[in-house]
Structure formats: C-alpha cells, structure tokens
C-alpha cells in the first residue's frame, strides 16, 4: 500500500496533463453553471465607482493586452463598454499594445451598435501608439500631439467627443485592461499620481495579486482580477440591465472551480506520498 | 557621458518645472527609436533564417515557415487591407494569431497542475501554513469555495489583503531600492557592463 | 376698489417674478428649475492664478456657481486678445470646475471672464479676472521626494566610498548566483549550451538592463570553457545590446573566434510567440544549463516547465512579485527581487558596486524606520495631537504629486 501510494507521488506529467483537460472540458462541454455570489471586493468597488459617475462624464478606457489573454480579458473589455454606454459616459479608448485596438475595437462595434450609440459622439477608438509610460506622461500634458487622428486616420480634433478634451486631467477616470507592461501600473504611476485622476482597470487573474498594494493606498479605485472578476462584473451589469446578452466569463466559472478542485486533489495525492515515503525511510533509519 | 547627461535631465526636468520642456523631448526621441528598432528585430530574424536555409543548418525546415509567415502577414498587412476588418490581415489575425496566443497561455493550466503537484509539500511548518492558504484562496476565487463555506471567499479576500498585501510591499520597496541603487550606478558610471563587456 | 383687488394679485405675482431671477411660475411643482436665464447671477466667482509646478505658459480658472438659478445649456471661457477683443479659449461644463489655459506666453498678463449660453443665445458676462502666466523652478509636491532621495543618494555614495578605502563589505551567500559557474560547468561537461533568457521587456526596463549585467559575466564564463551560449530576445533594441555585451565579454576572454552572432537573435515582440519559440529552441537544443533572468509575465511557468523537462539546471531572478512562486516552484535557484540587482556586485566582488549594495541596505533600513515611525504616530495620533501632526508631516513628505 506505502509503494502505491509513492507510485502515485510519481504520477508522469502526461496523467495530469489529461485529467486537468478533461476538468475544464467537461464542464463547459456539459454547461455547467455555477451562481456567481457577489462580495465585497475589488469588482464590487470599481463597479460602484463607475454607477456612480453621472453621465456625460468621459472615460479613458486603455485596452493593453493582446489575443493571449483575450479569454480572460475581453469579457471585461464587453461588460465595461456595456455598463459605461448604457450609462451614457463617453469613451474615449486607445492601446498601449498593438493587438489591443482590434481587440477594443471589437467590444466597443459590439455594444455601441446594440445601444445605438454613434463613433466619434458616444466612443472613439484612438488607436496604438509605442511608447508605455513614457506616451502617457505625454498625453498629460497634450494629447492632440500623441493622438492627431484617431485609429482610422480621422483628425480627433474635429470630434465632438474630443470637444474640452485636450489632456489626460480632463478625464473622470482612466480604466486599464492590462495584461502586463505597459498596463495598470504605468497608468497609476504616470496619470493616477501625477493628476489625480481615478484609475480602474482589469488584469489577469496571476496578476490581480500586486495590485492590491495600489487598492490599498486609494490609487486604484478598484479592479477585475482574472475570470472571476469579469464573472462578477457581467453578473452586476446583467442584474440592473435585462437585456445586456451573455457574457463569456459566467460560463468559464464551472471549469474553473472543478480545475481548482483537481488540482487541490493532485496535491493532497502528493503530499501523502510525500509523507508515507519520509516516515517509510524514517523508519528504515 | 549621453547616460550621465540624459539621466541627469530626467531627473532634473522632474523637480525642476522648467526644464521640462528638455524631457519631453528626450522622451519623443525615446518613442521614435523604440518605433525604429521594429526593423531591426525583422532585419535579423530574415537573417538568421535566410542564413540557416542556404547552409542547411540543423532543423533549417523550420525557417522557411517562419519566413513565409512574416512575408505573409507584413504583404497582407500593408497592401491587402490592412487592419480593416475582412481584409487578409485580419483574416489572418482573427484565425491564427489570435487562437496561437491562446492556446499557449492555455498551456499554464496544464503546467500550474504539474508544478503544484511537484512542488507543493507540507515539509515544514511555513510550508503547511503556505498549502492552507493556497487552498482557502484558490476555493474562495470560484463559486464553490461559497458553496462549500459561505466565509471562504470573505477569508480569502482577507489573506489577499493582509498578508499578501504585506509580502508584495516588502518585495516592491525592495526592487524599487535595488532599481534606485542600480540606476544611480549607470547614471554616474560606477556600473559600465551593461555597455558591453565586464569592467 | 374692486380694480385695486384685481390689481393687487397680479402686482404679487409680477413681484414674485421680478425678485426672483429666474423664479418658477405659481402653481409649479416643488421641484422646479426656473427656465429663465439668469444672466452674470450664474457664475457667482471666478479666479485667475498662475498653474502652479508647470514650465509656464499656463493659467489655472476656478469658478463657482449658483446652484439655485437655471443651468445654462453651456458656459464659454473667453480670453481678451491682443486686440483687445474678447476670443473663445474653451468649452466648460456649467458646474463648479477648474480650468486650466496652455499655451500662452510667460509674463504677460492675461484677462479672462465666463459668458453662459442659453438656448444658444449669449447672456451677461462674468466680471473679468487677470493674471501672469510663469515658469516654476521648483516642484513644490515634490520637495518631500527631493529630500528622501538625497538621504538614499548621500547613504548609497558614502558606502561606495567606504567600498573605494577598503573597508570589509559582508554580503550575505545568495545560492543562485554561487551556483552560476557551476551552471555552466555541467553544460560544458555535458556538451549542451546554455541558454540564457533576458525576459521580455525592453532595454528602459530596470531588471533588464541588470539582466544584461548578469549576461555580460555568463558569457565571459562561457567563453573560458568554451561552451555555446544562445541568448534569444523578445525585443530588438535587447538584442543589439545582448550582441554587443557578449561579444565583447568573448573579447575579454580572448575568444572572439568563438563569438556565435547567430546565437544572439531576435524572435518576435510577442509574448507567447516568444514563449513558443524558446520552447522550441529547449526542446531541439536540450541545453544543460538555463538562466532566466529579466522581466516575466504569464510566460514564467512555461518557460520553467518546459526548462525542467528537458533536464536542466535553471537559475531564474525577477523583480515581478507575481512571477517569484512559479520560479520558485519550477526552478533550482530563483533570486528573488533585489538579489537580481546585486548581482553584478556579487559576481565581480568589486569593492565599489558592494558598497553600493550595503548602502542600498541600509537605505531600506532608513524606509523601515520611516514606516514604523509613520505606523506609530498614525495610531497614536487617534489620540494624542502632537502625533496627528507628525503623521501627516510624514504623508506631506512621502506624498508626490
């Protein structure tokens, strides 16, 4: 029984390669649904914040990140667009990495065209430029000269939605979806500090840890960490709109949870082999 | 000396209000290489592949796929559309690029199980607590750690915010001395290897 | 007398909306937002000041509005030309706001007022307000950072100064980097090359710049033992760096016929794109020693993983809190955050660079005594005054704007 279960110990990676495929695999192929309970937390304060802006006031929404986390991402990028149109807030969206302004541009077509809002009054997508931090210490001061024309080569000054909007101070808030560098942190250090402006944002779930500090201090308003962040998300905004369509993140949960059980499972296997072998060789001593 | 006399101005354009003028432009000169070394990269690349097809290097069948996906999406990209949707290059993007990506970082899953399975033992007393709270967090960010206990994602949240809040200040503050005592070192040129080379 | 008594309720009513600007008609609901202009009543003050902490040419506008009257569809803030005539600056929202006017020429006194529209027709201008647009010379929300870095510059220096006399440094074992040259003694024993990754930021991120420095002193190393050393990129300006940093190293050993340019070269900007290739590259080359020192992201475990399949020994170093645990996990030897930086003052034993490396601690002990003493008066302070004050001397310092 001891040399099973330290067979078990020395599982071949390729067993637990499949068990975990068949653990996400499952669920979504079954359509499992979990209820999504919504706590206290980072998604319920950024949500908070963003129902209480009054309409008309202006967002800059930064869509950094690329396909790679689009399952994690994208189902907030949706969620967002939906809460901050219906609310009537004006978007103005851009990208610090070069894959975000399709993948932006995809959320923002989706919701605007559902909701009837029109581009270049309601939202306009301003493109990709490089540069990180160093592009948004920029855009503080003008942002007519880092963005002459939106992503479609249209002059932005001739834009009703650019009207009164020449620096980044002239935004409510600043929301990042960010996968990585340049992302979340760049925009708390560069605009959150420097001009107080509000700043909420998305990230993947590995990263939603070194954020917590930034909630701490007040200079993040809140935050969607990984799939579950937009699962909550897209459950507030569904409950207040009844026709907001199904988001991709609610779905994503069940596999989830069942993952995380396997692997909690795995390890529990490991640490009793781990522990049957030290007492064995304990007792050999 | 440019490392001196640039880093000096960084510094000094963020104290001084009117030397900022001075930074802004060292950082739209910062903007325009960082656009330029685009080609670079692409230069080498055709290179490095270009040279292991003519001289038959080891695995040199990989290079002509390579080569045939960069003249492919760089041709589509600026004659055949661009980034407007239905064109080739979005085609392109929506269908390969776009699955690729995620299917790599679909790999994670699989290596997160192997790694904690490996990993993961309760040898100590540090390394039990650190199982414990690994367990409560990963039960409390899916609906069923509140299906289970409806105090484990409150619990979790709490370890969120205390003790990891603490351990990633502490590793923070640390990187930031240790980004602040290296940049001092480059700025004033008691740490050349960078340049090239060992002092 | 009966004419009087008619009079006299349409005299009330005529009052009534004569001493009220803008007043509601009778009758109206308790609610009611007059819908009569209100003409200069509505913006009832209006500031002119230099913007503060800017290089000049910047006017800060500050208005208040009545809150009782009706709302304008919009105000215009209008700036007097050089001809004397009034000209359109800006668009503002017909609430209590704050404006600021670039673009203007220091020293020269400019006068601006608010005109509110309604129904697209202008009304009486706001009185007119004046001043001088200058440039600043000194942050004044940054003074408290000024004075923090000093202390950290003056502690650092001193003890690169103390390294310069001679003085015996301590540094504490740091296994990963012990463990370096024997990393690339197994690769040269079993005839594998090294591989070396230097994250995937570019050459303006810190931890690539110190991974750089690591990489110069591993291809030194390689080079005396004549081992084969690949340095993929994920970014091109990395790559020219990593060029020049080995080949020069290859240099210094007296190895230059043995510098491999090839070996140093460019993959993609792309981050899983980056991944895949050097997966590729572990799993063709088999290399028998791997460093993966830099900025990482999601691609950490990946990397890790596929590293330790192909059996070999990894030396990982980050700054990225999120990353450390996957290294740690996957990983022979992880330096952890700072012990990245002091590398290069590790590995060359220079007395200068482990000067700086012991002022950089104690430095870290000035800011574990700054937070202690802000935790203290902070929670004192909810009782005891003289320690409020102190924890929010401590806030005005450490808070930069």
């Known amino acids: 029984m001891a040399t099973f279960i330290e067979k078990l110990g020395n599982t071949d990676r390729r067993v637990i390669f499949i068990l975990m495929a068949l653990a996400v695999v499952l669920p979504l192929a079954l359509r499992m649904n979990l209820p999504i309970l919504i706590d206290e937390g980072p998604s319920k304060d950024h949500y908070d914040f963003v129902e209480a802006l009054p309409e008309g006031s202006r967002v800059l929404l930064s869509f950094d990140y690329d396909p790679s986390t689009m399952p994690e991402l994208q189902p907030m990028a949706v969620a967002l667009c939906q809460q901050l149109m219906t609310k009537n807030i004006k978007i103005v969206s851009m990208a610090l990495w070069p894959m975000g302004v399709s993948l932006g541009n995809e959320a923002l077509t989706a919701i605007s065209d559902s909701l009837g809002r029109e581009e270049y009054v309601d939202w306009v997508n301003l493109g990709y430029k490089t540069g990180g931090g160093v592009l948004i210490v920029r855009m503080g001061s003008d942002i007519h000269s880092v963005f002459p024309t939106d992503y479609n080569g249209y002059p932005i000054a001739d834009m009703p939605i650019m009207d009164g909007i020449n620096k980044l101070g002239d935004f409510d808030m600043i929301i990042s979806l960010s996968a990585g560098d340049p992302g979340i942190p760049a925009w708390v250090m560069m605009a959150g500090d420097r001009y107080n402006i509000p700043i909420g944002g998305g990230c993947t779930a590995v990263s939603s840890p070194q954020f917590y500090p930034y909630l701490d201090t007040g200079q993040m308003v809140g935050f969607l960490g990984g799939l579950k962040g937009a699962a909550d998300y897209e459950t507030m905004v569904r409950a207040e709109l009844d026709d907001a369509p199904p988001g991709t993140a609610t779905p994503g949960m069940a596999a989830q949870s069942v993952a995380h059980l396997v692997i909690m499972l795995f390890i529990i296997i490991g640490n009793i082999a781990y522990l049957s072998e030290k007492k064995r060789k304990g007792g050999a001593k | ?199 | 007398m009966r004419n009087v008594l008619c009079v006299l309720p349409l005299l009330f009513l005529a009052g009534v909306s004569l001493s009220q600007c803008g007043g509601c008609p009778a009758g109206a609901d308790a609610g009611c937002v007059s819908p009569e202009p209100c003409g200069d009543c509505f913006v009832l003050s209006l500031a002119a000041l230099d913007a503060p902490n800017d290089a000049g040419g910047g006017i800060d506008l500050v208005w208040t509005v009545a809150i009782d009257t009706a709302l304008p569809d919009s105000m215009v803030l209008e700036r007097m030309g050089s001809d004397g005539q009034w000209i359109p600056s800006a668009t503002l929202t017909p609430i209590d706001g704050r404006y600021t006017d670039n673009g203007l020429n220091n020293g020269e006194e400019y006068s601006f007022r608010i005109v509110p529209f309604y129904a697209g027709t202008a009304q009486t201008p706001s009185e007119a307000v004046s001043a001088v647009p200058q440039k600043q010379w000194i942050h004044t929300g940054r003074i408290g950072m000024l004075i923090i870095l000093t202390v950290i510059s003056i502690i650092i220096f001193y003890y690169i100064e103390q390294g310069k006399k001679g003085k015996d440094l301590y540094i504490r074992m740091i296994a990963g980097l012990t463990a370096v040259e024997d990393a690339v003694g197994r690769a040269t024993e079993m005839g594998r090359p090294v591989l070396y990754i230097p994250g995937i930021n570019d050459m303006d991120d810190i931890q690539t710049i110190a991974s750089m420095v690591i990489l110069g002193r591993v291809a030194l190393k390689t080079a005396e033992y004549g081992t084969a050393l690949m340095v993929p990129t994920c970014r091109s300006v990395v790559m020219s760096v990593a060029q020049e940093i080995v080949r020069e190293s290859y240099l210094q050993a007296g190895r230059p016929d043995a510098y491999q340019k090839d070996n140093v070269n460019y993959i993609t900007d792309d981050q899983f794109g980056y991944a895949a290739g050097v997966d590729g590259i572990m799993v063709r080359e088999k290399p028998a020693a791997i460093f993966l020192l830099g900025t990482f992201y999601a691609e950490s475990l990946i990397l890790a993983e596929t590293g330790r399949s192909v059996g070999a020994i990894q030396i990982a170093g980050t700054a990225m809190p999120s990353q450390i645990p996957f290294f740690v996990a996957a990983c022979d030897y992880t330096l952890i955050g700072e012990e990245l930086f002091a590398a290069s003052a590790y590995l060359s034993k220079e007395p200068k660079l482990l000067g700086s490396l012991r002022g950089q601690d104690v430095a870290k002990v000035f800011f574990m005594a700054v937070i202690l003493l802000g935790v203290l008066s902070a929670t004192i302070g909810e009782v005891w005054a003289p320690a409020a004050k102190l924890a929010d001397l401590l806030r005005t310092i450490t808070n930069v704007e």
């Open chain 2, 1 to 199: 000396m440019i490392t001196f006399v640039t880093g000096m101005i960084m510094i000094l354009q963020f104290f001084v209000p009117a030397t900022q003028t001075m930074g802004e432009t060292i950082q739209e000169w910062f903007m325009i290489i960082a656009s330029a070394a685009i080609f670079l990269g692409t230069i080498n690349l055709i290179q490095v592949h270009m040279h292991k097809v003519r001289y038959k290097a080891r695995n040199w069948k990989y290079s002509p796929v390579t080569l045939t996906g960069l003249a492919a999406m760089l041709v589509s990209g600026l004659f055949f559309g661009g980034i407007e949707q239905g064109g080739a290059f979005d085609y392109m993007f929506q269908q390969m690029v776009v699955p690729m990506g995620a299917t790599m970082f679909s790999l994670l899953a699989f290596f997160v199980a192997s790694a904690a399975f490996r990993a993961f033992r309760a040898s100590n007393w540090r390394a039990t607590l650190l199982l414990l709270s690994a367990f409560i967090v990963m039960l409390g960010r899916v609906p069923i750690g509140a299906m289970i206990w409806h105090k484990i994602p409150m619990v979790s949240e709490w370890i969120m915010q205390v003790p990891n809040l603490a351990g990633q200040r502490a590793v923070m503050i640390g990187a930031a001395m240790g980004g602040v005592a290296t940049s001092l070192r480059m700025i004033f040129g008691i740490e050349r290897s960078y340049l090239g080379g060992t002092d």
